[in-house]
């Protein structure tokens, strides 16, 4: 298996612009998640699905950010409109849930920077 | 809510030899699972080692293994005979039993020195 797959891996942008961020899953996972990593708050999660739906998005800054999961195999992070402070790297990692380990696989993250 | 602790923001150990890295957490839980992340400058999250919390043996991968001291919420992650490829940021990670959701501490910075 490929492995998580994100892409762009790095975005460059202009404050106010749209930004969005996509994700491949591991085939067969049920769950998926989106994290922020920044040096000031670490590695937060903003939301995560399972089976497509959305189970938590206590972690989504502000309606600026939405997430969709249109299908088990994609998923996006979409900022609109973009700041200054959303420059970060978005990781989105994914897992089978009901497996005997709960482990979570992630992509390699995108580096976004809003200038 | 669930917080975890990493004390240590940098440490440095010389090449082969050991070094351990703090975690400790709070909980009221009982069934939970604990992580170490590493996060080399490739940014690359890889999972090093998990303990779940029923199990009293700590767990072990070749030259990784946890001191997991459950009564006092502590997790420490100590390498041996420490390679030059261990240089990463080190998380402790925190999952509550039937939660999929994933609380990580601020990290540890090692550096393995020739």
């Known amino acids: 298996d490929a492995g998580v797959i994100q892409s762009p891996r790095h975005e460059v942008t202009e404050m106010g612009q749209e930004v969005t961020l996509r994700c491949k899953p591991i085939s067969g996972h049920n769950s998926l998640f989106w994290y922020r990593q920044t040096m000031m708050r670490g590695l937060e999660l903003l939301i995560y699905f399972n089976n497509n739906v959305p189970i938590d998005d206590s972690g989504m800054p502000e309606d600026r950010f939405s997430a969709k999961m249109p299908n088990a195999s994609f998923s996006t992070l979409k900022i609109q409109p973009s700041e200054p402070r959303d420059s970060a790297v978005y990781f989105c990692?994914?897992?089978?849930?009901?497996?005997?380990?709960?482990?979570?696989?992630f992509g390699p993250g995108t580096r976004l920077t809003v200038l | 809510a669930q917080t975890v602790t990493q004390s240590q923001p940098e440490m440095s150990v010389q090449e082969a030899e050991t070094v351990t890295l703090s975690c400790t957490y709070d909980t009221s839980e009982n069934n939970y699972y604990l992580f170490w992340y590493k996060q080399p400058p490739s940014r690359q999250m890889i999972l090093v080692i998990r303990?779940?919390?029923?199990?009293?043996q700590n767990a072990t991968e070749n030259r990784f293994s946890v001191n997991f001291q459950k009564a006092a919420k502590s997790f420490s992650l100590k390498i041996s005979d420490s390679q030059l490829g261990d240089t990463a940021m080190y998380f402790c990670?925190?999952?509550?039993?039937?939660?999929?959701?994933?609380?990580f501490g601020k990290g540890t910075k090692l550096t393995v020195n020739p």
């Open positions: 990692a994914s897992m089978y849930q009901g497996a005997q380990y709960n482990e979570q696989f």
């Open positions: 990670a925190f999952m509550a039993g039937g939660s999929e959701k994933l609380v």
């Open positions: 303990q779940e919390a029923y199990k009293q």
